[in-house]
């Protein structure tokens, strides 16, 4: 059964597919409008979240299918003690597929070990995001055109940011890309994330060097959910700000994208200019997720499997732990399972990081 776990679980063919079938939903709204009906979605989110559950909500709704779940999980049974894993298999009796948010990294990898439908990741702590990436690439294929030779700055905080780490796995797929990073030196893209770019980054220290160079400019929060100190997330959180004078340095071309939410880091001003593209980014977000629902499962009726990641082997436990504590491993009394990626490097099957 297939699951969305990461961008790299949908070869690149995969991603054109279900661009092609946002492109569709979008030219013809009506012609999915039952195409769910009486399947129902659940939503499970551990963490706060607004566009991307109400992005899902909609997905579903306009699809013709129904929503359950629960936003807080506090008001769930995981504030009893449940584990992924439980809760899991208990949704999997009563939805047909699972979009979860959870602050543990590889929490969905977990729970699609154990689930009867498919999970899609909705964000897992700072790991991953691979339906924002899906949104992105939507905005881009509509606003640019293609996806090759492309220069993607990615500014703000590289480090925590998850939307950031699945877009630069998701981009580095196609020819030509380049990376132009932009962050504080405290949060700088994390080493297992610069093993993925070969020569095809530059690192700079401002902006004003950046927007010449880019296509897109990848504007992010720095989160201040994911700082254990306080004081050094006010010390960095205006670092960079992009405004109308930076705007002006910009190529003609070019388009700003933004996750959101949005706290400081552009100004509002910016908003008027035709290039800033963060607001129709929301909207193509609802668009792809329906085409991911719609294609996930269609493929469990179809029984298709996974077409990419074939070269991951699984190796069980080999005695070696995790050592990152934002993995779900830390927690739950999962087995350690690693594999080995393309360089030889042994790596947490849950959350990436080289063990
Ligand atoms: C992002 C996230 O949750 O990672 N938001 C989103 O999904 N649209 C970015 C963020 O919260 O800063």
Not at 164 to 184: D, Q
Not at 314 to 342: F, L, M
């Amino acid at each position: 059964m297939r699951h969305l776990l990461d961008p790299t679980d949908l070869s690149i063919e995969e991603i054109d597919l279900l661009m092609n079938r946002a492109l569709d939903i979008i030219a013809r709204p009506e012609a999915y409008s039952e195409s769910c009906h009486g399947k129902k979605l659940a939503t499970l989110f551990y963490e706060p979240s607004t566009r991307t559950r109400l992005s899902f909500t909609a997905a579903m709704m306009e699809l013709g299918g129904q929503v359950l779940g629960f936003s807080d999980a506090r008001s769930s049974s995981v504030s009893k003690g449940e584990t992924v894993a439980d809760t899991v298999r208990v949704v999997s009796c009563f939805a047909d597929i699972i979009a979860m948010r959870h602050y543990k990294e590889g929490a969905p990898r977990v729970a699609a070990d154990y689930s009867r439908i498919p999970i899609i990741n909705a964000g897992d702590g700072g790991h991953s995001h691979p339906t924002q990436t899906l949104t992105d690439l939507l905005t881009i294929r509509r606003e640019l055109g293609h996806f090759d030779h492309l220069t993607i700055g990615l500014c703000g905080d590289l480090k925590y940011g998850r939307t950031v780490h699945s877009l630069i796995k998701a981009m580095n797929r196609y020819e030509g890309t380049r990376f132009v990073l932009i962050s504080p030196k405290e949060l700088r893209l994390p080493d297992y994330m610069k093993q993925e770019l070969k020569d095809n980054y530059v690192e700079v220290s401002t902006l004003e060097e950046a927007m010449p160079m880019v296509d897109v400019l990848y504007m992010t929060r720095v989160q201040q959910e994911r700082f254990a100190d306080l004081q050094e997330y006010e010390r960095l959180k205006d670092t960079f700000i992009l405004d109308e004078a930076k705007m002006a340095l910009g190529r003609k071309q070019m388009i700003v994208l933004h996750p959101l939410p949005r706290v400081n880091e552009i100004t509002v001003g910016v908003d008027n200019d035709p290039r800033a593209a963060y607001f129709r980014q929301v909207e193509n977000g609802k668009f792809v997720r329906m085409a991911l629902i719609y294609t996930l499962l269609k493929w469990k009726e179809e029984g298709v499997v996974s077409a990419a990641n074939k070269d991951i082997q699984v190796y069980e436990d080999g005695g070696q732990r995790c050592s990152n504590d934002r993995c779900i491993t830390a927690t739950e009394p999962v087995q350690q399972q690693v594999y080995r990626d393309k360089d030889g490097v042994l790596r947490c099957r849950y959350c990436d990081h080289a063990i």
